[in-house]
């Protein structure tokens, strides 16, 4: 599984995320100061962005215009309910490190993609059709939010939106619950995505995010998480404990302390491992998709985690992994079991863990993956199973979208390794679309018992 899959990690990078070699003094020197990456202030050039900020934003941009169609399917409704959060907004611009452009920073972008998915779903409509947004930019610096205010005004996609753009200068965490009752008091719906950008890991407590799931359950929220601050400074000081406080990991610090002392070169993994577990099962949300972002101009590789309580939104961002092949990777799995991502080095050797970037080989070692592992997971249902509960019960543990599962479905159809109902009990062609409600088993001929005696 692990012959073939491109990485595009730089060596130095990977050694930090992986527990290599990264001499820290080295790491230092290299990294900029806060107030020196993210300064705002009118008339003064705005700051540079890190290459691999653009991916983020690009997987931003492109996540909510996919949103927006996947929700405006239906040609009947005239309108789509939509608030957007940006809970560490920034001052709306950048400097592009390459060609010294000003490019636009999340704010715009949410605002830019509201207005051509707006244009999107108008096509072929003869009613027309708005997306009613509102905005709520958090913003706790105050030049910055003045430059923000400044940088939404002058942008085209603002125009006609003002009076729905809500600037809240102030800290995320003590204003969520105004945003969250604001939100509430518009429709039935609530939904709502969340980007919830911090610098660093210490801004963006696990209670914030339980609190958007339980308070407004059809909310999206992207998080970034600077993980591998958080691995380097692995240590026993009180500090340290309170930063792991605001992720609720204080427990652990003994544990990571310890993993740090005894695990040789594996350290950094192991303790990354951990991580994963932990913020999926503290986030309230069901669905989960981890990436960290493959970073070739900055020692500051992060995670950026979307959570859903939903397998349809965790399948749109996964797609759009594989639509975008940016520099978003996971370590890993093609097949099922990709939580442990290659995280798990009790799993995998750390010097064989492969970096799975979504490009054509790890496509195809999907494919490869799924037509072994799929009729394995089957098993475990002990009979038929209805295709939606098989996917929900696995969305979270594979880098396939759904529309990759049901083709392989479909494939050991056809080789007669599974067999496919219609809910009316009526068995399907192999060739067929998978319905969410159709139900799926082994095969019950010998066929897949006799092959898998032959192997
Ligand atoms: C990484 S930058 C955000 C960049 C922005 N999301 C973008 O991509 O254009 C983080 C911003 O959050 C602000 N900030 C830091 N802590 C905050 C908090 N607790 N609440 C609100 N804003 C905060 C900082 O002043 C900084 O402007």
Request: glycine content about 6%; charged content about 25%.
């Amino acid at each position: 599984m692990s012959n073939g899959i491109k990485c595009q990690m730089p060596n130095e990078q990977k050694s930090l995320l992986l527990g290599g070699d990264a001499d820290a003094s080295q790491v230092k020197k290299k990294t900029k100061t806060k107030k020196e990456l993210y300064e705002w202030s009118i008339g003064k050039e705005p700051p540079l962005l890190g290459l691999h900020s653009i991916s983020k934003h690009e997987v931003l941009e492109a996540y909510i215009k996919k949103y927006v169609s996947i929700l405006t399917k239906n040609k009947c409704a005239d309108q789509l309910m939509l608030s957007l959060v940006d809970g560490f907004a920034g001052g709306g611009v950048y400097t592009h490190p390459e060609t010294q452009q000003r490019i636009p920073g999340s704010p715009i972008l949410m605002l830019n993609a509201i207005a051509e998915a707006e244009v999107e779903a108008n096509l072929g409509r003869r009613k027309p059709f708005r997306v009613n947004g509102q905005f709520y930019f958090v913003e706790r610096s105050a030049s910055t939010i003045e430059h923000l205010k400044k940088e939404v005004s002058n942008a085209p996609s603002s125009a006609n939106r003002m009076e729905n753009i809500h600037f809240i200068a102030g800290n995320f965490t003590e204003n969520l619950d105004k945003i969250i009752a604001k939100i509430k008091s518009r429709g039935k719906a609530h939904r709502a995505i969340f980007l919830l950008d911090q610098y660093g890991y210490t801004a963006v407590p696990m209670a914030d995010i339980r609190r958007i799931f339980y308070e407004l359950p059809r909310a999206e929220v992207i998080l970034t998480i600077a993980v591998d601050w958080l691995t380097h400074f692995v240590n026993e000081s009180e500090s340290f404990k309170r930063a792991l406080k605001r992720l609720e990991l204080e427990r652990y610090q003994d544990l990571f302390v310890r993993i740090r002392e005894d695990h040789g070169r594996d350290w950094r993994a192991e303790i990354q491992h951990i991580l994963h577990g932990h913020f999926h099962q503290s986030s309230g949300a069901e669905c989960y998709t981890p990436f960290f972002v493959n970073s070739v101009d900055s020692n500051r590789a992060y995670w950026l985690l979307h959570f859903s309580k939903h397998s349809t939104a965790r399948d749109a961002m996964m797609e759009l992994h594989w639509d975008l092949n940016n520099h978003f990777e996971h370590f890993g799995k093609a097949g099922f079991g990709m939580l442990c991502l290659g995280f798990d080095p009790r799993q995998v050797p750390l010097q064989n863990q492969p970096t799975f970037a979504f490009d054509k080989d790890a496509r195809e070692l999907t494919r490869e993956a799924l037509l072994i592992e799929i009729p394995e997971k089957l098993s475990e249902f002990g009979g038929s199973t209805p295709y939606q509960m098989f996917f929900d019960r696995n969305v979270n543990d594979t880098p396939a979208t759904k529309a990759m599962i049901s083709d392989a479905i479909r494939q050991l159809a056809k080789d007669k390794d599974i067999e496919i109902f219609s809910e009316n009990g009526k068995q399907r062609a192999c060739d067929v679309k998978l319905n969410d409600t159709d139900r799926i088993r082994l095969a019950q001929t010998e066929t897949f018992l006799l092959r898998n005696i032959k192997d």
